[in-house]
């Protein structure tokens, strides 16, 4: 026999399956739900509904939006010339979430590795490649992880949109702002102190 | 201009409203729910949609139940003389999580607090006296807070209950298993001295 209600053993199943949600989190916010407003509840089960439906990739970047070209893309007052490739599109949000990039963007849908048998056709570079080819005077900016797949996939494109001539930069690596440099790790400290630059 | 798409600006407000929450969890669900099963979607929005219908109190005990009476007390094998009073249909799981409880259960609904204008007259106290009048021998476990309200709550219903003649026990208070005494609180400390046990 089980503890719960079957309705709440439900609720509590679909909670496990979020990241980092236990057993016991996942019996708290089921009996969360049920102290909750009847329209809230509506409102929520109708948008989880609707996420399939609605969700998709922008056409031109790939990023999520609930239209055929996302917001970014559809909007005249950004810079089409600067295009940041990115792996994921939740990446995008955290740029958006500085509000300092006025370019857009280009979603990967993932990093090179042949380990994991992950190779330049599985991703979303061709695209990438012909968006480029459109533009005069472009820059394309790589926002990748600083791991093994994220360095071979920025040397891939590189070999590639060189040969399109067109000019590419990456990220800066470095110390975190607000770190303390004593628990930095060494590979972090020898980029920052390799990347050092001019005091102006 | 939203960063998200409204759909996901919905989920995530919805994710706000769970305890221990904040926009940052609350986006990180919202973003994981994309990447679920479409099946898992659809039950999951289907069982949010049912709380309100399905889950409602046991006419009996006042538990969560989908039925007219609950699991527990539609249980012959359990003994029905045996009431512990609890202050939320919650407790109950914790203590069917222990196995070790064979009684049935009776929810408050909260606890006497003056300050706050609950009275006993707006808890689940009549109820509780209707049910052990109808039973021979019955005990009433209490299983309320060690705070002020709750032995407010316990001291009145030891009250009423001495009236009917019904035993009347409560949980033992002491150390926590596999606690330090270092850190345990002055409180615990000396009701753990004051309760003390002969060694068998």
Known sequence: MNIYPELLETLI????????????????????????????????????DKIKKDLKTCDTCGHLTDQNTCSICADDNRNH???????????????????????????LGGLISPIDGINPDDLNIH?????????????????????????????????ILDR?????????YGIPMGAELDYLDILTLERALYDRKEVE
Request: proline share 2%; charged share 30%.
């Open 81 to 107: 010339n600067l295009i940041c490739v990115v792996e994921d599109y939740k990446n995008i949000f955290m740029f958006e979430k500085t509000g300092k990039f006025a370019g857009v963007y280009h979603v």
């Open 13 to 48: 199943e679909n909670f496990k399956k979020f990241p980092g949600i236990g057993e016991r989190t996942a019996e708290r916010y089921a009996l969360a739900l049920i102290k909750m407003d009847s329209e809230d509840l509506k409102d929520f089960s109708v948008a989880i």
């Open 127 to 159: 695209k990438l490649i012909s968006r480029c080819k459109e533009l005069n005077d472009a820059e394309v900016i790589i926002a990748l992880r600083p791991t093994i797949e994220g360095d071979t996939t920025t040397l891939y494109l590189k070999k």
């Open 164 to 172: 399109e001539n067109i000019k590419i930069t990456r990220l800066s």
